[in-house]
């Protein structure tokens, strides 16, 4: 198989698991297209840095979506529960940004960690990122979320 059939059967497969319409069907007219260059940087994968897991929101396992942050959660969920004896007591918060897809990120974070049995409390309405850190602390939680791009450019979640 060649590079270009590669790349395109890999978006293929992430497109077909997107739960998101909006980013699959981006991603769908990317392989339509055959736009490799486009696919390949949509393709590519986020990497944690200092500042947490950040990308240009977007279809793609290199970008920032649904899809990743369901992805990212499930291994945080999976890294708690080989780190506590019992994380059904400690809470995991969750906070987010005012950024147009800030919210849905969130509640997508709090559906994942709920459905693994591991607690949530969470902030309905966006806050800072120090508020979310403060609140870790005071509360005594496992792990924090926030969902948030700081001082990144719009495009950015």
Known sequence: MSDGQELLERARTWAAG??????RAELESLIGAESFDELAEAMGTLAFGTAGLRGVV???SGRMNHAVVIRTTRGLAEWLRRRASDTSIVPVLVGHDARLTSRALAEETIAVLTA???PVQYFDQPVPTPLVAYA???LGGNAA????ASHNPPEYN
């Open 18 to 23: 997107d739960p998101d319409p909006e980013t």
């Open 136 to 138: 870790l602390r005071r």
């Open 145 to 148: 979320v926030v969902i948030t």
């Open 58 to 60: 977007a279809a793609g």
């Open 116 to 118: 693994a049995n591991i």
